[in-house]
């Protein structure tokens, strides 16, 4: 799981339950705020993202689901 943008309180809760996750889950986790392009790119190919996030496919605009009011 990759959680992108965390605010500093997602982060702190993820440091203080961290000591309690068996290891093998704590390395399926990664939760980022600074570098996220750098680790998202580790996870994902560039062609497979869109540019907001760092990737080179273009950014999705158009949508088939009709937005709820």
């Known amino acids: 799981m ?3 943008s965390a605010p500093l309180v997602v ?3 993820w440091h203080m339950l961290k000591s309690i996750i ?3 889950t704590q390395q399926k986790i990664t939760i980022t705020s600074s570098e996220k392009e ?3 790119l580790d996870q994902v ?3 497979q993202l869109e540019k907001k996030f760092g990737g080179t496919c273009e950014n ?3 949508f088939t689901e009709p ?3």
């Open 45 to 47: 190919q560039a062609n």
């Open 38 to 40: 750098k680790k998202l």
């Open 67 to 69: 937005i709820l009011p």
């Open 11 to 13: 982060t702190g809760i």
């Open 2 to 4: 990759l959680v992108l």
């Open 22 to 24: 068996p290891v093998v």
């Open 60 to 62: 999705a605009t158009d």
